[in-house]
């Protein structure tokens, strides 16, 4: 049977609990689907000038929670060579903030498009500070009926868990009401919490962490559902 082999896109450190949580939300997703599951950490300013060979040799790319980053450059090209390429991406917080602003840069033409932890008096600050922190939080999110993320959880509203203290500034929701990357999710006060790409590729991005579940030895939808799209 093949094993089917994850990027992990981010700079790796034990002390995150959503880095600890990761291979656990791996393993289950492999025992869950019958298939062998492997993965690399892959640091982001190994990326600064290009994707390298554990990227593209990989059958999915997941940019990973913990921001910032060592490198902006790094993970926006995995998720660059992710969208392009067509490979299975999944992107959980910080994984989130960038694929959006990956988005409003390449495909939406906002060149100066960023992000106000790393530019504070950013002009185009398309990810912004919440206006209420997620940091040790859950909350209910509304997940959008017919969506790939509707087809994973089997469900119209779930409970997820957050760390984070930025997320899609609301001005720039326009960005993501004509495709092909759409909102897929919203929390109850109506902002954004995952969006995804149009078409049969896998790629879906939330602000929360589902990864998480793994701490409580549960297998995660939506992890499952990455890892059997990298799988086949």
Known sequence: MKTTRIALVGDHNPAVTAHRAIPGALELAGLSLGAPVTWEWIGTDTLSDGVTAPVTSADGIWVVPNSPYRSEAGAIAAIRFARQ???????????????????????????????????PEAREPVIARLSCGLVEKAGGVRIVPGSRLDRAYGTE?????????????????????????????????????????????FFVATLFQPERAALAGRAHPLVNAFVAAAAS
Do not use: K, M, W
Request: glycine share 10%; charged share 25%; with cysteine.
């Open 85 to 119: 390429a067509g490979r299975p991406f999944l992107g959980t917080c910080a994984g989130f903030q960038h694929a959006v602003l990956e988005y409003a840069r390449d495909v939406s033409g906002l060149a100066q498009a960023a992000h106000a932890e790393l530019d």
């Open 157 to 201: 509203r779930a409970t997820e868990t957050y760390h984070c203290h930025y997320g899609l500034n609301p001005r720039y929701e326009h960005l993501l009401e004509t495709g092909p990357l759409r909102i897929s999710a919203r929390d109850d006060a109506g902002e954004v919490r995952a969006v995804e790409l149009d078409g049969d590729r």
